[in-house]
Nanobody, 116 residues
Framework: QVQLVESGGGLVQAGGSLRLSCAAS????????MGWYRQAPGKQRELVATITSSGTTNYADSMKGRFTISRDNAKNTVYLQMNSLKPEDTAVYYC??????????WGKGTLVTVSS
């Protein structure tokens, strides 16, 4: 099994920055891609960014240029650096691990609140 634990969420003013972390444990060799998704109140969960084991990244269009995903394989940790935050970035951010089986593993989420 794979366990994912997010941290780093909190309250920030518009224009500010936060860095989220996601630590993976368990059978991590089964993870082929890791990513961040978010879910705002009353909305569906949406993609933020993904990163493969080789470092290839993918971003949702609205996050390009403001968010950066990275990973430290030695620490089994994925990061999401979020800059120029906007109130509409307020959401619960979830860490995702896509396994070689095709199934997904999810963290419990971390809340990011951006005040105007």
């Amino acid at each position: 099994q794979v366990q994912l634990v997010e941290s780093g969420g909190g309250l920030v003013q518009a224009g500010g920055s936060l860095r989220l972390s996601c630590a993976a444990s368990g059978t991590i060799f089964r993870i082929i891609t890791m990513g961040w998704y978010r879910q705002a109140p009353g909305k569906q969960r949406e993609l933020v960014a993904t990163i493969t084991s080789s470092g290839t990244t993918n971003y949702a269009d609205s996050m390009k240029g403001r968010f950066t995903i990275s990973r430290d394989n030695a620490k089994n940790t994925v990061y999401l650096q979020m800059n120029s935050l906007k109130p509409e970035d307020t959401a619960v951010y979830y860490c995702n691990g896509r396994l070689i089986t095709g199934l997904d593993s999810w963290g419990k989420g971390t809340l990011v609140t951006v005040s105007s």
